[in-house]
């Protein structure tokens, strides 16, 4: 079976950014589905999230309901397992020696990308939506353009598609990001991932700042805040679509 060219499956997580990407592909494809991945994160919260931000999208946005087909939820957490990382396991948010995050998950996105690819053969979705940036980022080498661009030929090579990988944020700052969410669906969807999606890393879900949920000190939180900060200093501008 060949894959359908209105058919895109989203690496969604529940958080910001890919709650952003969710309602970016609902925007341009006929049917859109999403897929989660349980590695054994430490915010594993935002298991739970993903469905509240999804169950809000069917609500708040009828326009999109129509467009927005079945959840997948993939088991890793054999791979979680191997990394070691301030992800998976209590260890403090620093730079290691490698001068990388203790939070970067080696190979994290290309294993989704793989992943996803099979589901995607299975579903027959020709494109894959990713929230990865190299703009506003914690310094992942797998979240730069030119390693997707790698991913997206070896999975066409080695799996005889036509897949294309969208990285609707790869060139925004988080403040942009915000500004992208209030062009695609106003101060509602705004306001939906404000208050429902969850990007902290420590799993916080208390306090309910200015910029979302989070304990605020975690490298995560950093950039939200900071792009929350960025795009309201400019007067919460809608991004030029």
């Known amino acids: 079976m060949t894959a359908a060219a209105d058919t895109a499956l989203v690496l969604f997580s529940g958080g910001q950014d890919s709650s952003v990407c969710l309602a970016w ?27 509240t931000v999804r169950a809000a999208f069917l609500e708040r ?16 957490r054999g791979f979680g397992d191997i990394g070691g990382t301030a992800m998976t396991s209590e260890r403090a ?51 730069r353009r030119v390693a997707i661009d790698a991913m997206e030929a070896a999975l066409n090579i080695g799996m005889a598609q036509d897949f294309r990988i969208e990285t609707p944020l790869m060139l925004l700052t988080k403040g942009e990001t ?10 509602a969807l705004v306001d939906l991932i404000l208050t429902e999606s969850h990007t902290c890393y420590r799993g916080e879900r208390g306090e309910l700042h200015a910029w979302g949920h989070g304990c605020g000190t975690c490298p995560a ?7 929350w900060e960025d795009w309201t200093a400019q007067g919460r501008p809608a991004l030029a679509l």
């Not at 915000?178 to 101060?187: E, P, Q, S, V």
């Open 25 to 51: 592909a609902l925007d341009r494809y006929a049917r859109v589905e999403t897929v989660g991945f349980d590695y054994g994160q430490r915010h594993a919260v935002e298991m739970q999230a993903r469905q």
């Open 61 to 76: 946005f009828p326009h999109w309901a129509g467009r927005l087909g079945e959840d997948h939820v993939l088991e890793m």
């Open 93 to 143: 948010f620093e730079i290691t020696e490698k001068g990388l995050p203790s939070t970067y998950v080696p190979g994290r996105n290309l294993v989704f990308l793989t992943y996803a690819a099979a589901l995607a053969d299975r579903r027959r979705a020709s494109v894959l939506v990713g929230g990865m940036c190299e703009t506003d980022f914690s310094g992942y080498p797998d979240c």
């Open 178 to 187: 915000w500004a992208l969410a209030k062009a695609l669906g106003g101060d």
């Open 221 to 227: 939180c950093e950039l939200r805040a900071k792009g």
